[in-house]
């Protein structure tokens, strides 16, 4: 992947439409890249009320239901380990695409803290994320968590890595 965005759903939807094109007329599409979604829905709504589809430039699509919340709440949902296990896997199963998209609600917090995790996951420097707007720290620790914990157990011996 060359970049990582985050955008509010509203500015993910625009992204995705710069990439439409009549069918058999994909020339006429304003962008070309290849991109890969990660949807963050909130689940009061049941949703946004668009999903995003893979096509010619979209090669994948990841939908999650969490809301903005940093600990438990009555009647929200919080970012799980098994969500940040979906976000790993995706992120490696589409490290070929050229952007990954990134969008929540607001596009400040929950896409925020998934972006900054990605940009750290594929070597970059995410210091940027943490010195400009908020992120949600929880999903950005759970995140960091799991994936320390997958690293620990490819490596280790029990689980077929080097001895």
Known sequence: MKRVLFRSVYDAFDYVMDHFYPPGLEEMAE???SYAVISIQDTHTGGFGLEFKKNLYCRDVLTLYFDD??????????FTEEMAGQIISFIEKNREAETLLVHCHGGASR?????????????????????????????????????????????SPTFGGEN
């Open 31 to 33: 962008r070309r890249d």
């Open 69 to 78: 919340i940093v600990r438990e709440t009555e009647g929200a949902v919080m």
């Open 111 to 155: 896409s925020r803290a998934v972006a900054a995790f990605a940009v750290k996951m594929l070597g970059g420097d995410n210091s940027r994320y943490f010195s400009t707007g908020l992120l949600n720290q929880a999903v950005y620790d759970i995140l960091e968590a799991e994936w320390i914990r997958r690293k620990l157990t490819e490596d």
